[in-house]
């Protein structure tokens, strides 16, 4: 085992399995771990390169690892599943992430300290991981708000959309002179009130947290400035990109949002599609809607740029576009760590001032 150069660690919830290489690349190490082998295990070894998928809890053990004075490098799962051959385990998923960490070319997820993960976690977990407490929250809210719509409407009685307007229907389950609810749904449709009613304070209380969290981080105080960005934004931001330095630019940290256009091409023709909604899904979400809010606003009449966009593509096209910039100028603010400035050639436009 002194000879092991490189580790490829399947993690798991019990078992975890190991497969370590020397530096020719023989196999020196192909084993199962049980979790509470796996520190003592890995502090026998002399220090060495070590590669783990970035799932639920990857950032946990990459920590670890890292006190023990070896080299953890997270490996997005779609990247280490290129290299299993044949049929699918976990020996060969460790051995394949071994194959992967060692490649000059693949692309790593910084490891989280515990800070960032708990602000990660307030919004949105991993991927892989369990939904994120605000998230979590909010699609409670939903689906509440959701059946007492569709419940409702069977008996004729409608709202418009958004939360704010179903404090309509709630006002006709409170009126005690409405009967048009029978008295058996109308006895569970109150139970969805009352359980909307204690998510309110609850979600508005995650919201504060949020938001007091970003007032004493200084990236999300250099993010709030661009327009678009609000609290939640720039907080799940700053939590959820840790190192902005992996990107080599700020066109990579876009398409690692996924927004970009999916590419498809062969015979040097290249076909461009709908964008390729690749990565966090979450951070994305937040850039179309601070990209929808800036389109609704003043700004969208005193951008030049935005003004020619509208005027040739659909609004919801144009927000896909204005998110993309909206992520790069994100980027290069916590590349550089300043605040915002306007453009000088951010005018009104003449025929609209």
Same mark, same amino acid.
Request: contains cysteine.
């Given at each position: 085992?002194?000879?092991?150069? %490189?580790?490829?660690?399947?993690?798991?919830?019990?078992?975890?399995?190991?497969?370590?290489?020397? *530096?020719?690349?023989?196999?020196?190490?192909?084993?199962?771990?049980?979790?509470?082998?796996?520190?003592?295990?890995?502090?026998?070894?002399?220090? /060495?390169?070590?590669?783990?998928?970035?799932?639920? %809890?990857?950032?946990?053990?990459?920590?670890?690892?890292?006190?023990?004075?070896?080299?953890?490098?997270?490996?997005?799962?779609?990247? *280490?599943?290129?290299?299993?051959?044949?049929?699918?385990?976990?020996?060969?998923?460790?051995? *394949?992430?071994?194959?992967?960490?060692?490649?000059?070319?693949?692309?790593?997820?910084?490891? $989280?300290? #515990?800070?960032?993960?708990?602000?990660? !976690?307030?919004?949105?977990?991993?991927?892989?991981?369990?939904?994120?407490?605000?998230?979590?929250?909010?699609?409670?809210?939903?689906?509440?708000?959701?059946?007492?719509?569709?419940?409702?409407?069977?008996?004729?009685?409608?709202?418009?959309?958004?939360?704010?307007?179903?404090? #309509?229907?709630?006002?006709?389950?409170?009126?005690?002179?409405?009967?048009?609810?029978?008295?058996?749904?109308?006895?569970?449709?109150?139970?969805?009130? #009352?359980?909307?009613?204690?998510? +309110?304070?609850?979600?508005?209380?995650? #919201? $504060?947290?949020?938001?007091?969290?970003?007032?004493?981080?200084?990236?999300?105080?250099?993010?709030?400035?661009?327009?678009?960005?609000?609290?939640?934004?720039?907080?799940?931001?700053?939590?959820?990109?840790? +190192?902005?330095?992996?990107?080599?630019?700020?066109?990579?940290?876009?398409?690692?949002?996924?927004?970009?256009?999916?590419?498809?091409?062969?015979?040097?023709?290249?076909?461009?599609?709908?964008?390729?909604?690749? !990565?966090?899904?979450?951070?994305?979400?937040?850039?179309?809607?601070?990209?929808?809010?800036?389109? /609704?606003?003043?700004?969208?009449?005193?951008?030049?740029?935005?003004?020619?966009?509208?005027?040739? $593509?659909?609004?919801?096209?144009?927000? /896909?576009?204005?998110?993309? $910039?909206?992520?790069?100028?994100?980027?290069?603010?916590?590349?550089?760590?300043?605040?915002?400035?306007?453009?000088?050639?951010?005018?009104? /436009?003449?025929?609209?001032?």
């Amino acid at each position: 085992m002194k000879e092991v150069t %490189t580790i490829g660690l399947d993690l798991a919830k019990t078992v975890f399995q190991v497969h370590g290489v020397d *530096a020719a690349g023989a196999v020196v190490v192909r084993r199962a771990v049980r979790r509470r082998q796996v520190v003592e295990f890995f502090a026998k070894l002399p220090r /060495c390169l070590v590669g783990i998928e970035a799932c639920a %809890t990857a950032h946990y053990w990459g920590r670890e690892l890292t006190r023990l004075g070896h080299e953890v490098r997270l490996i997005a799962p779609a990247y *280490a599943k290129a290299y299993v051959r044949r049929n699918k385990n976990d020996a060969a998923d460790a051995a *394949a992430i071994c194959e992967a960490v060692g490649r000059p070319s693949m692309r790593f997820v910084a490891i $989280k300290s #515990e800070a960032q993960q708990a602000a990660a !976690g307030i919004h949105k977990s991993l991927p892989l991981a369990r939904t994120g407490v605000r998230e979590m929250l909010v699609k409670q809210r939903t689906m509440l708000i959701n059946t007492l719509r569709g419940l409702m409407a069977e008996f004729g009685i409608i709202a418009a959309d958004g939360p704010r307007h179903v404090g #309509e229907l709630i006002a006709v389950l409170t009126d005690p002179a409405d009967a048009r609810i029978p008295a058996p749904l109308h006895d569970g449709l109150m139970a969805i009130v #009352e359980s909307l009613r204690g998510l +309110e304070p609850r979600i508005e209380r995650i #919201e $504060k947290q949020i938001v007091g969290w970003g007032r004493s981080n200084p990236t999300c105080r250099h993010l709030i400035t661009i327009p678009g960005y609000g609290p939640i934004l720039s907080s799940a931001m700053a939590a959820m990109v840790v +190192e902005p330095t992996a990107f080599t630019s700020a066109r990579h940290f876009a398409a690692s949002l996924g927004l970009v256009p999916r590419h498809d091409g062969t015979g040097g023709k290249l076909k461009l599609g709908r964008i390729s909604k690749r !990565g966090n899904g979450y951070l994305r979400r937040l850039l179309v809607n601070g990209a929808m809010s800036v389109l /609704c606003g003043k700004r969208a009449k005193q951008d030049s740029w935005l003004v020619k966009l509208l005027a040739s $593509k659909p609004r919801k096209v144009a927000a /896909c576009a204005l998110a993309n $910039k909206l992520a790069r100028i994100g980027w290069a603010l916590m590349l550089r760590q300043q605040d915002y400035r306007r453009p000088q050639q951010d005018q009104p /436009c003449p025929d609209l001032a």
